[in-house]
T-cell receptor, first 108, second 115 residues
């Protein structure tokens, strides 16, 4: 089975940086994903890590340590539109298991 | 390229009824996964289909079933509806080959309300 933990809520100021941590325990590992989901909308893909290290994509970066079962999503230069839920998901075989999500609120 | 489409977008049913939801994947995507999303449980994996075969199944009762057609379109069925089945049902498609094969694209979802 898979167990995925991430904080429930985080608040940050516009222009700041926020780091969302995700820890996981899995019997099989074929990659870790981060998704963004705005209220009432479907999740949209942000990043994918399968090897250890940092993947950077614009204002968003994602880090993975397989030996520690740990990942983080870094959001830089926060904008109001970044207020959303961020979902950490681990892929084992063909099954994708999601964490409960972290609600990020960006304040002016 | 059109995205993942799901029909209907909203559905209201009563306990005991059954429901069928439809999902059309992105053109060229052959893998379709279904998820149930509720405020209390988050996103829960239901099942995944590839080439008309169920590849994996989550921990849901047998009332939840699905199938995939030769054109990769997929349907899921819930029989004997219960109040707890009220949720957003999301479909996601992905390629099966190439560097982007692991990325899943989600449809807008079907909001099911059971009264």
């Amino acid at each position: 089975g898979q167990n995925i933990d991430q904080p429930t809520e985080m608040t940050a100021t516009e222009g700041a940086i926020v780091q969302i941590n995700c820890t996981y325990q899995t019997s099989g590992f074929n990659g870790l994903f981060w998704y963004q989901q705005h209220a009432g909308e479907a999740p949209t893909f942000l990043s994918y890590n399968v090897l250890d290290g940092l993947e950077e994509k614009g204002r968003f970066s994602s880090f993975l340590s397989r030996s520690k079962g740990y990942s983080y999503l870094l959001l830089k230069e926060l904008q109001m539109k970044d207020s959303a839920s961020y979902l950490c998901a681990v892929r084992g075989d063909y099954k994708l298991s999601f964490g409960a999500g972290t609600t990020v609120t960006v304040r002016a | 390229k059109a995205g993942v489409t799901q029909t209907p977008r909203y559905l209201i049913k009563t306990r005991g009824q059954q429901v069928t939801l439809s999902c059309s994947p992105i053109s060229g995507h052959r893998s379709v996964s279904w998820y149930q999303q509720t405020p209390g449980q988050g996103l829960q994996f239901l099942f995944e289909y590839f080439s008309e075969t169920q590849r994996n199944k989550g921990n849901f009762p047998g009332r939840f079933s699905g199938r995939q057609f030769s054109n990769s379109r997929s349907e899921m069925n819930v029989s004997t509806l219960e109040l707890g089945d009220s949720a957003l049902y999301l479909c996601a498609s992905s390629r099966t080959r190439g560097a982007s094969q692991n990325e899943q694209f989600f449809g807008p979802g079907t909001r099911l309300t059971v009264l």
